[in-house]
C-alpha cells in the first residue's frame, strides 16, 4: 500500500525558504522508473507541477520556479525533500507530494500541507 | 510548454445527470492524458490515465476518451460523492501541465 505524507512548515515569512518533507511508504525511490513529484494549489486556483525527481536522481523544475527550486531525495529514510527560496505571498498554496512511475500520471498523492506566505 | 484549457470551468448537475468536461491541449499529446478529481482536504485522485484507461478501483461510471489535442471526461450517472473539482493534465513533456479545473456542483 502507497502512502506520501507532507510535513512542514504552516507559515513562513515574506522572502524566507521553504522547506518541504514527503514521506513516503509502500514503494522504493530505488526501484527503475519510479519517481516523485510536488504539485501546489494556491486557494481556489488550479493544479500546478513543481518538480519531480526519479529514482536514478534525474531531477526535472517548472521552467518559471527552476531558479527557486530544489528536491533532493534520501532513499535511506524514504523522504522527499522540495526547498523554495524568497517566498512570497502569492507562494500561499497547499502543496501536495505525489508518486508516479515511467512516464505515468501521478496515481498516489498525500492529503497535502497548507503554507501560508504572510508576515 | 503545452497549455492544457478545460471547459467548463464549473457545472451546475444534479444526482444522476450525465456530465462531459472538455480538456484540449495546445499541442498533440498522443493519449498522455490524465484526469484527477480533487475534493478540499483530500488527497487528490487519479480517476483515468492514457486518455481512457480507467484507474484500478475507480467506478465504471467514469470514462475517458480522446488522443491527439481533445479529450473528454464523462460521469454516466453523478453520484452525490462525484461533487468535486476535476483536472486533466499532460504527460507528454515537460512542464507536465494541468488543466484550470472544472467544478462539478449542485
Known amino acids: 500500500q502507497i502512502t506520501l505524507k507532507e510535513s512542514g512548515p504552516t507559515l513562513v515569512k515574506p522572502t524566507q525558504t521553504l522547506t518541504l518533507t514527503c514521506a513516503f511508504s509502500?514503494?522504493?525511490?530505488?526501484?527503475?522508473?519510479?519517481?516523485v513529484g510536488w504539485i501546489r494549489q494556491p486557494p481556489g486556483k488550479a493544479l500546478e507541477w513543481l518538480a519531480l525527481?526519479?529514482?536514478?536522481?534525474?531531477?526535472r523544475y517548472s521552467p518559471s520556479l527552476k531558479s527557486r527550486l530544489t528536491i533532493t531525495k534520501d532513499t535511506s529514510k524514504n523522504q522527499v525533500v522540495l526547498t523554495m527560496t524568497n517566498m512570497d505571498p502569492v507562494d500561499t498554496a497547499t502543496f501536495y507530494c505525489?508518486?508516479?512511475?515511467?512516464?505515468?500520471?501521478?496515481?498516489?498523492w498525500g492529503q497535502g500541507t497548507l503554507v501560508t506566505v504572510s508576515s | 510548454d503545452i497549455q492544457m484549457t478545460q471547459s467548463p470551468s464549473s457545472v451546475s448537475a444534479s444526482v444522476g445527470d450525465r456530465v462531459t468536461i472538455t480538456c484540449r491541449a495546445s499541442q498533440g499529446i498522443s493519449s498522455w492524458l490524465a484526469w484527477y478529481q480533487v475534493k478540499p482536504g483530500k488527497a487528490p485522485k487519479l480517476l483515468i490515465h492514457a486518455a481512457a484507461s480507467l484507474q484500478s478501483g475507480v467506478p465504471s461510471r467514469f470514462s475517458g476518451s480522446g488522443s491527439g489535442t481533445d479529450f473528454t471526461l464523462t460521469i454516466s450517472s453523478l453520484q452525490p460523492e462525484d461533487f468535486a473539482t476535476y483536472y486533466c493534465q499532460q504527460a507528454k513533456s515537460f512542464p507536465l501541465t494541468f488543466g484550470g479545473g472544472t467544478k462539478v456542483e449542485i
Open positions: 525527481i526519479y529514482w536514478d536522481d534525474d531531477k
Open positions: 505525489a508518486h508516479m512511475r515511467g512516464s505515468g500520471p501521478f496515481d498516489y
Open positions: 509502500g514503494f522504493s525511490l530505488l526501484t527503475s522508473g519510479v519517481g
